[in-house]
């Protein structure tokens, strides 16, 4: 079955510091990928996505995804996070052959320290 | 712009009971609608999605339905309600073709006691 997996739960970084979230499918035909966030007491919303083109994708509030099709990966980054980047992330994949239905992974609680 | 309204909020509700959760979009036609469940270190899981009204179709097999009653309105429900049906429950909707963003709600948290 197609899935998606992120590969921490919990981070828990300081103020300027750097993220990387990881993320990873099961699937190595045409996907739809996606970011979304979901800021504490907020609805989920989305962060960016990548449907072709350019591998990598920029999305709101200076976070930046890469999309590598050998490492059948979606990892999301931001050089310097902020107190107001804490929410939880979920990587969501959507899978042609799977009639294109989004998969979400389980999400990784962001945490930052000011 | 489209907005997407859940109701209730929070809901508390006794085993054996039913449920009807109603979700609305404004803003579009013929949006493609979906249920999803979020539970705590597991993601969200998709329960129904329908493309058009009347048609419904289901992911995982369980105490729920759902229904499409109108183009803009998609109710997830159950006869009786099990201590396992608590979570979080989202509705999302997108335009035409599946595997487009998809826009949430605020979600309605359901408690069975």
């Known amino acids: 079955a197609q899935s998606v997996s992120q590969h921490n739960h919990h981070v828990i970084l300081s103020e300027a510091a750097s993220l990387e979230l990881g993320c990873n499918y099961s699937?190595?035909?045409?996907?739809?990928l996606f970011w979304y966030v979901q800021y504490p007491g907020q609805h989920l919303q989305l962060l960016l996505k990548y449907f072709s083109g350019d591998p990598l994708v920029k999305g709101i509030k200076g976070f930046e995804a890469e999309f590598i099709k050998s490492k059948f990966s979606f990892n999301l980054r931001k050089p310097s996070v902020q107190w107001s980047d804490t929410a939880e992330y979920f990587c969501?994949?959507?899978?042609?052959?799977?009639?294109?239905?989004?998969?979400f992974g389980a999400g990784t609680i962001l945490r930052v320290k000011s | 712009s489209q907005t997407i309204h859940q109701w209730p909020a929070t809901l508390v509700q006794p085993v054996g009971s039913p449920l009807s959760l109603e979700c609305t979009v404004e803003g579009t036609s013929n949006p493609n609608l979906y249920w999803y469940r979020q539970a705590a270190g597991r993601g969200l899981q998709l329960l129904f999605y329908s493309v058009g009204i009347g048609q419904i179709s289901s992911e995982v097999p369980q105490n729920l339905s759902a229904s499409r009653p109108q183009d803009r309105q998609f109710i997830l429900s159950s006869k009786k309600l099990l201590l396992s049906d608590s979570g979080f429950y989202l509705c999302?909707?997108?335009?035409?073709?599946?595997?487009?963003?998809?826009?949430f709600g605020p979600g309605t948290r359901l408690l069975v006691l």
């Open positions: 969501a994949v959507s899978f042609m052959e799977y009639g294109n239905k989004l998969v």
């Open positions: 699937y190595g035909g045409t996907v739809n």
């Open positions: 999302a909707w997108s335009i035409s073709h599946i595997g487009e963003t998809q826009y």
